[in-house]
């Protein structure tokens, strides 16, 4: 046995701990640039198609702002989810509907129910790119001031809510 | 039919992107631009080759800041602003990639250093006695035969 | 019944791996020549039940079997019969079947071609090589069994997915696992080396064959992938550096540098410990692959579908034999130290050399594939290592090695001088400047001039040292043996690979343009112009596309057929571009999107001697199967290994 035998050996269980700890990750995930950055600024119409959206929406509610299209197989897994907060919490629900027509939309939030307190219809994925969004579902949690302060990825699971999202609600809506 | 199926199916899917009509030195530069962003949902594959519809509305992006004459740089710095380094083909350099980028040259440089240490001039170069035996060496020997 | 058959036979096959891996070793130990002897015939037994149980699986697909899961998943009764077959590795479990039906292949060549072997060295090597079966036989049977049953039945297959009905992807997949799988020879025999505690140029000059095999194979799997990227993806981009490329790439060029090690040890008897480490790292560096591939570590578009089962049995299955043959080496690396004095300016020289410049690039592409994990574990950042960083780090490396991959073998063994070489040096030289300076006058490119000229400073070098070996006449080019042809064939056809791809990354020409149909676009001399479009549904998807025609001049070229198709199932959006193949040049158009009154976004492209880098990287894997031939290569006859080993033995 010699020192220089055992380099290979060193580097290569440094190269396992390292694969082994990758596979606890999804490498799918990106974490959000723009939290405790305000949101984006954007004017667009909302799904009804009476009214003009733009960033002051957000202003004074905490809200939970939600990507979702009618095209997205795990937005419907979601949806009960957004309906159960629809009734437990104050929280303000604002939809993003992307890539969407509003044919659809409508269809989709009749047959699901409809969760959202305003919806800003987004076609042209013009708040996509901005918000750093690589697909649907995703929601971010923005503040009484306009400021992002968590993104979650994904399916928002009663598990998720509760431990993560619910705490940090609530603690927000505590600040004046 | 095929014909009512397909006019449906461009006019829901795809809108014609303006900033496509002819080839323009704006153009030029959002491809310059596209090459060095990643669609964050690919493999490794920049924006401009990427048929994904995220990086389609990345590009739409992308033109839209160049028409309205926004640098290079602006765009890029816009882009990881919303997603991160991430985004960037090319990683930055900066302290958490040192190691990235000059690992490789300093492997060059260490391993041509080494080679040229351990090898030695002619003038000192003495064949050592092979570790087989004397015998078993004119076997192997007979066997290899090696030209030159 | 043939489903339960062929999974006996699975079955029965590890159960004989298992006694494989224990009986020659005990054997080997105890010198006893019968229990070493089981080894031979375990290996073909297992062999021969693991190839039963692949026929078996092929029928169910053949035959659209759906009462067996993975057929049902993954095939279709109206499956063209090649796809049918091809379906059975187009899949994570079927794949994996192959992978040890391989590696069963590869060590029942043992017994068969070995007779010469020393019979210590060959037990182990066959008891090493039936552990590695047992670790994925068991991966198999436990996380991927491909002889699961569906109840109730369905009707048919959902397996027609006609994108995936595509030469390059029913043929690229098993040619890259003979090259993955062929390095667990090496790998064995390293193992089997270690434990005996010596290595000799028998033991190079038994395996280096099997090196050029699975190197060969590897080199057409790596080069049958790149060009099924180049014409599926559809914007002409031959390599990418994503992480499911690279991971087949490293295996490459770490079994380049065991290729050129194994001949100085073959040859002068050095490189011992260094060879050995270079056997276990290459295929280290497959199982890494598989890992990565299978396990979705690095990659968000899965190859797979991803299980973290799996992705633990691999990592352990990686760590196990990897790790179990790193300890042994360090165990036991010392008593094959080998120091001899280097020569700088030598044929052995040239050669480690060689191996230092191959290992700095391999760790260059490791580093640049695996460093958005490290940082990610670290601090839990997220970066991208795309392309760029690669052309930066990767491309002057190599420069650097067909620099000297140019001169190198143009030096004698054991010792040279640079004086000897110098008239040679000044040919490759001028090659090199005049190559330079046309390119750089009309190519107008400065890096090109320089990237072509190294191309041909390597191919002037090459035809020098051919020359030299000859003695410049035409007899002694006639008693040059295999190996010499296959090394100016692989030598040279690097050389036009350097040439291919630069070519294609500095003159590489395209343009884009929102065209209605008739109208046209121009490249250079090339005029486009795109024909009616239509559209409609086919299979699973949406379409529409049209053809575009390229003249040059008035006088029509080619006509290039291209289609965008949209899957709505999967909110899918994919390119089948138009291609024209020829040796001077590609030319290439895709459509985007558009509609007729507002017109289509048309992107055209001219690449030239882009079918070169393919064309080339065949003359390599050719150049590694005719160097096989090389009579010098064979074993010795009975005879004589009888008076060897009897020697040998005598020595110990």
């Known amino acids: 046995m010699n020192l220089r035998g055992l380099i290979p050996l060193a580097g290569f269980f440094v190269l396992v701990g390292f694969l082994a700890f990758s596979l606890t990750r999804d490498p799918s995930i990106l974490p959000s640039e723009l939290i405790d950055k305000p949101f984006p600024e954007f004017e667009l119409a909302n799904l009804a198609e009476t009214d003009t959206l733009d960033a002051s929406l957000l202003e004074g509610k905490v809200s939970l702002v939600n990507v979702f299209g009618s095209w997205c197989v795990a937005c419907t897994v979601e949806h009960p989810q957004l309906m159960a907060l629809k009734d437990e919490t104050d929280l303000q629900l604002v939809g993003v509907d992307w890539r969407d027509t509003r044919e659809n939309a409508n269809r989709w939030l009749v047959r699901h129910g409809n969760p959202y307190d305003v919806v800003v219809f987004d076609p042209h994925s013009k708040l996509i790119v901005p918000l750093g969004i690589t697909g649907a579902p995703e929601t971010f949690v923005v503040d009484r001031s306009g400021q992002i302060r968590y993104k979650h990825i994904g399916v928002i699971t009663p598990e998720i809510w509760d431990d993560t999202l619910r705490p940090l609600v609530e603690s927000l809506q505590a600040v004046q | ?148 | 019944m043939t489903v339960e058959i062929g999974h006996i036979a699975l079955i029965l096959a590890f159960c004989v791996a298992l006694f494989q891996s224990v009986i020659p070793l005990v054997g080997a130990q105890k010198n006893n020549a019968r229990l070493m002897e089981f080894g031979d015939r375990a290996a073909v037994g297992q062999f021969l039940l693991l190839a039963f149980a692949f026929i078996c699986l092929t029928i169910t697909f053949v035959v659209s079997d759906f009462s067996v899961k993975l057929a049902a998943n993954h095939s279709h009764s109206d499956k063209p019969l090649l796809y049918k077959i091809s379906g059975v590795w187009g899949n994570h479990e079927g794949s994996i079947l192959l992978w040890v039906v391989m590696m069963a292949g590869y060590g029942a060549f043992v017994p068969v071609l070995g007779k010469g072997l020393p019979k210590g060295l060959k037990a182990r090597a066959i008891a090493v090589q039936a552990m590695l079966g047992v670790g994925f036989l068991g991966f198999i049977l436990f996380t991927s069994n491909p002889f699961e049953r569906l109840n109730p039945v369905p009707l048919d297959g959902s397996g027609l997915n006609p994108i995936l009905q595509d030469p390059g992807l029913a043929f690229h997949p098993p040619f890259l696992y003979l090259g993955y799988v062929g390095f667990s020879l090496p790998f064995s025999f390293a193992i089997a080396a270690l434990l005996e505690g010596r290595v000799d140029a028998v033991w190079a000059k038994w395996l280096r064959p099997w090196v050029l095999i699975a190197w060969s194979f590897l080199t057409i799997g790596i080069a049958l992938g790149s060009f099924w990227a180049y014409y599926e993806l559809g914007w002409g981009g031959w390599w990418m550096w994503d992480p499911v490329e690279n991971v087949s790439f490293m295996p490459w060029l770490a079994g380049t540098a065991l290729l050129h090690s194994i001949m100085v040890l073959g040859t002068r008897h050095s490189m011992a410990s260094w060879t050995v480490l270079l056997a276990i790292t290459t295929f280290a560096l497959s199982l890494v692959g598989t890992f990565v591939v299978r396990s979705g570590v690095l990659v968000s578009v899965h190859a797979f579908a991803v299980d973290p089962e799996r992705g633990v049995y691999l990592l352990a299955l990686l760590g196990l034999a990897t790790g179990g043959a790193l300890t042994l080496y360090a165990m036991r690396s010392h008593s094959l130290r080998d120091i001899k004095p280097l020569n700088a300016t030598s044929r052995d020289g040239a050669l480690v050399l060689n191996n230092i410049l191959l290992i700095t690039a391999l760790a260059t592409v490791f580093l640049g594939t695996f460093y958005p994990l490290f940082i990610d574990a670290i601090n839990g950042s997220k970066i991208s290592v795309g392309a760029p960083y690669f052309n930066l780090t990767f491309a002057p490396i190599m420069c650097l090695l067909i620099l000297f991959m140019g001169i190198g073998p143009m030096f004698k063994w054991r010792q040279d001088s640079l004086k000897r070489v110098r008239g040679p040096i000044m040919i490759a030289l001028k090659a090199f400047g005049v190559v330079f300076l046309l390119t750089a006058l009309f190519g107008k490119s400065v890096l090109g001039g320089i990237a072509l000229g190294l191309a041909a400073w390597l191919a002037v070098g090459t035809l020098i040292a051919l020359g030299r070996k000859a003695n410049w006449s035409l007899k002694g080019l006639r008693a040059q043996p295999a190996a010499t042809w296959g090394f100016v064939g692989a030598h040279l056809g690097m050389a036009i690979f350097t040439a291919a791809v630069t070519s294609m990354s500095v003159w590489a020409d395209t343009e884009i343009g929102t065209l209605k149909p008739g109208e046209s676009l121009d490249l250079g001399a090339y005029t486009y112009t795109l024909q009616d479009v239509s559209g409609g549904k086919r299979f699973n998807y949406d379409y529409y596309g049209g053809d575009v025609l390229v003249a040059k001049g008035g006088r029509h070229i080619a006509t290039l057929a291209t289609e965008r198709r949209f899957f709505p199932v999967r909110n899918q959006l994919t390119t089948e571009a138009g291609l024209h193949l020829s040796f001077g040049q590609t030319l290439f158009a895709s459509i985007g999107e558009g509609d007729p009154e507002g017109g289509f976004v048309v992107q055209v492209y001219r690449h030239p001697f882009v079918v070169w880098i393919w064309l080339s990287a065949v003359l390599m894997a050719l150049s590694g199967f005719v160097s096989l031939a090389d009579r010098r290569l064979r074993l010795p006859t009975r005879a004589k290994e009888v008076n060897l080993t009897a020697k040998v033995g005598a020595a110990e």
């Open chain 2, 1 to 148: 039919m095929a014909r009512y199926l397909f006019i449906i199916f461009a006019s829901v899917f795809f809108c014609v992107d303006p900033a496509y009509a002819q080839t323009t030195p704006e153009e030029y530069r959002a491809r310059e631009i596209g090459a060095q962003l990643r669609c964050v949902v690919c493999q490794n594959q920049s924006i401009e080759e990427s048929d994904a519809q995220l990086a389609e509305d990345m590009r739409l992006v992308v033109r839209e800041q160049v028409e309205a004459g926004a640098s290079n740089e602006a765009v890029i710095a816009y882009m990881r602003n919303n997603y991160g380094d991430y985004v960037l083909l090319k990683p930055p350099v900066q302290a958490n990639t040192y190691v990235l980028w000059f690992l490789p040259f300093a492997l060059a440089l260490f391993g041509l250093l080494w080679f040229g240490l351990r090898s030695k001039r002619k003038s000192q170069f003495v064949e050592t006695q092979a570790a087989l035996s004397a015998e078993d060496q004119a076997i192997l020997d007979d066997l290899m035969r090696e030209d030159t």
